[in-house]
């Protein structure tokens, strides 16, 4: 084993929030490592520039890391969930499709307001600058004005194109007298920070245009300019804690020459996603878990999916794949018979013919044989998708452990993630089931299908696009991971900035909002170092 | 690292009755019955999808999938070769009743195979659609956003703010009872 010298921050994950928490520190003037166990994913690499990008989407360029073979990935044993993760520099961002709503500031006082789920420590308010910051960093697109959100400084470029699918939905949501508005992305519209505009081609998941914000174009650079030093194919395999309760480095393997190498630091951050983080404390001795909350409360987001068909010719397969966000019901309202909320985000159709018969979001398929064709020609660039995604209660036993048996090649326990939605989450999805239906109606729709995710068995196999809520944050030591500025109860110097602090999950996609959560914590880090490089007890309750 | 041994690169293409060019036509035969040739539109043989689906059967699922789809359409009643359509159509709905999954996957990779030829393309364009195989690469023209024509003015949408968060009765809900065990789809 080998041992280098010490560094100001360690990071440990070289996606979203660690390519935010480098760019914030190595910018501040301090002495960034960042190890990563996969590769660069360069833009030729994206299976984009291939006649067989469907296929590819399918299988090895699959967001789901148990339907790829990808030597970067790590095993996670999951008995339900399908679980979108990419292990590369830029994380998940290279697969993701970069939906770019904010929370709410309801959503950060569900304690406060039915008591079935905690507060967070902080308030919309204390995030509203991040969002801000991390919106002109990254690169987003939007309207700003959308009167069932607080007012916001506007996106850094405009809205998206409003295509004939967002029309067609807009004119069902008038009908139906429900909120609807244009849908916010991480996606620019318009040339920004020397990266082109969307060209609409509807290939959304990652883009190597960089027009949608892969963070390894959009972000990482910055970090590097800064001079972050960046390892990727490092994996780490455990936190060391020294005898003063301070985290003293990582060890990893350099997964190029096989060797383990121990890197020390003064400060550590994690930074490893909502199932990579739990996995790496608790296989570090249960590091910072003296409130067993580690691993615990993961979240996924309640998700049902539909889709219909018009027979106007939407040319749905083109353009940005979100198209409109329907808030209608996101605040709770307990004649609902739940508690939380949900949101819509509509969808435009598939970019792929052959998605559109072999199925899509809804699973829908053409029929083989004769008919085939007449279905196809009805079908194609006449659908439209639509997610309901809703706020999901905190359990316990929704969790992420290790796997007392199986390991990956270097040794590393592999990660056991269980999950099942609750009576409250159960209720939600029907309720949003039928309000899908009733969007197809208004929309004048010739066939519809829905999808609650749920296998012959009854299992609940959500597509986990968000995982989330693992190391949570709170006020009180005993019941969360880590304090109201991302810092470990139990290590002073150590750090989480990733999905796994979030306390609630709100109604929308995380990203944004984990995003400005990093930022926060990297500024408070960048601003205490010193302290913080020192202290061996949290600073801030 | 995930395992990879299951996916060995030597598959045995055929069985002992058919042997390989039985096996390949029975494939070709197999996939023109799920997408027939029909008007502007190719049969999936014709554009060669039994050989993309050969090899992906055998990528994805490894090298004994090949020859178990083959006997699973001989079970089935196949070869197809000399059957009138109906009898076709007959084996090709035995085979899918008897092994759903198998069936399941290799008609999906039958379809999206199907649709990433060119020939295809060219045939949903002249149905009246712009589509690009590769649409990354250009894009497609989408209309820009009009502030004046596009931004809502229906003024619907609330939230609750920081200050305004209450406390609600949940007494009713009885959310301790579990007994929404019928959800979702079956109801």
């Not at chain 1, 073979?69 to 994380?91: A, C, F, I, K, R």
């Not at chain 1, 930074?271 to 570090?284: C, D, E, H, K, Q």
């Not at chain 2, 090949?66 to 196949?78: C, D, F, Q």
Request: glycine share 10%.
């Amino acid at each position: 084993m080998t041992k280098s010298q010490d560094c100001d921050v360690l990071i440990v994950g070289a996606g979203a929030t660690g390519a935010l928490a480098a760019t914030v520190l190595a910018q501040g003037g301090l002495d960034v490592l960042c190890l990563e166990q996969g590769a660069w994913v360069e833009p030729g690499d994206h299976p984009h520039y291939s006649s067989d990008w469907t296929w590819q989407r399918r299988t090895n360029w699959s967001s789901d890391v148990n339907k790829r073979h990808h030597p970067d990935d790590y095993p996670v044993e999951t008995n339900s969930s399908q679980v979108l993760m990419w292990n590369g520099v830029g994380g998940s961002t290279n697969v993701y499709s970069a939906i770019w709503p904010r929370f709410r500031p309801s959503d950060f006082r569900k304690g406060d307001e039915h008591g079935l789920a905690p507060n967070w420590p902080i308030s919309y308010e204390d995030l509203a600058p991040f969002y801000e910051k991390a919106d002109r960093l990254i690169g987003t697109s939007g309207l700003a004005g959308d009167p069932a959100m607080p007012p916001r400084d506007p996106c850094p470029t405009g809205p998206l194109p409003f295509t004939r699918a967002a029309s067609r939905l807009a004119e069902a949501f008038d009908k139906l007298g429900w909120h609807w508005w244009p849908a916010e992305a991480g996606v620019i519209s318009e040339n920004y920070d020397g990266r082109p505009a969307c060209n609409g081609c509807g290939v959304c998941n990652g883009c190597p245009r960089g027009s949608m914000s892969k963070f390894s174009i959009s972000i990482w650079p910055k970090a590097l300019l800064a001079g972050t030093r960046l390892r990727p194919y490092a994996r780490a395999l455990k936190i060391e804690k020294g005898p003063d309760g301070r985290a003293t480095g990582v060890h990893f393997v350099d997964r190029n020459t096989g060797r383990t190498e121990f890197q020390g630091a003064k400060l550590v951050i994690i930074a490893a996603n909502g199932v990579g983080t739990p996995r790496l404390l608790l296989a570090s001795d249960n590091l910072a878990n003296s409130s067993d909350q580690v691993g615990r409360n993961l979240l996924h987001h309640t998700l049902v999916t539909s889709e219909f068909w018009v027979d106007e010719p939407i040319e749905s397969h083109m353009g940005y794949v979100a198209s409109l966000l329907g808030r209608e019901f996101a605040e709770t309202d307990v004649n609902r018979g739940f508690v939380n909320g949900f949101q819509f985000n509509c969808l435009t159709g598939t970019s792929s013919a052959g998605d559109a018969a072999a199925g899509w979001a809804s699973n829908a398929k053409a029929p083989w044989g004769r008919g085939h064709h007449e279905w196809f020609e009805r079908h194609f660039a006449h659908g439209i998708g639509v997610h309901a995604i809703g706020d999901d209660l905190p359990n316990p036993n929704n969790r992420v452990t290790i796997d007392p048996s199986v390991r990956d090649s270097y040794g590393l326990p592999a990660a056991r993630l269980f999950y099942e939605p609750g009576e409250n989450d159960r209720r939600m999805m029907n309720f949003m089931l039928d309000r899908m239906e009733d969007i197809a109606k208004a929309a004048g729709a010739f066939d519809y299908k829905a999808t609650d995710y749920r296998d012959e068995h009854g299992v609940y196999r959500t597509p986990a696009w968000h995982m989330i809520g693992t190391c949570r944050m709170g006020a009180d030591p005993e019941r969360s991971v880590v304090n109201k500025w991302n810092q470990s109860w139990d290590v002073p110097n150590l750090f989480i900035v990733d999905g796994s602090v979030v306390a609630t999950g709100g109604v929308v996609n995380p990203t944004p909002t984990i995003s400005a959560l990093a930022l926060r914590a990297a500024t408070y880090i960048r601003d205490n170092f010193r302290d913080l490089s020192m202290t061996t007890r949290p600073m801030a309750a | 690292m995930t395992d990879l041994s299951g996916l060995e690169t030597t598959p045995e293409v055929g069985d002992d009755k058919l042997g390989p060019a039985g096996a390949a036509t029975l494939i070709a035969d197999f996939v023109d019955v799920l997408i027939p040739g029909e008007r502007l539109w190719p049969s999936a043989s014709t554009v060669g999808v039994q050989g993309h689906l050969a090899l992906r059967l055998m990528e994805e699922r490894g090298k004994n999938a090949l020859p178990t789809l083959v006997k699973a359409i001989e079970a089935a009643g196949g070869p197809l070769a000399g059957l009138d359509e109906a009898a076709r159509v007959a084996v090709v709905q035995r085979f899918e009743e008897a092994e759903p999954d198998l069936f399941g996957w290799v008609r999906d990779a039958t379809y999206i195979a199907y649709y990433e030829n060119p020939f295809v393309a060219e045939a949903i364009v002249l149905t009246g659609h712009p589509y690009e195989l590769r649409p990354h690469i250009k894009g497609y023209p989408v209309r820009r956003f009009d502030l004046a024509s596009d931004t809502p003015r229906h003024g619907r949408g609330r939230y609750t703010k920081t200050s305004d968060v209450r406390r609600v009765d949940i007494s009713g809900l009885d959310l301790e009872s579990n007994r929404t065990q019928a959800w979702g789809l079956k109801r």
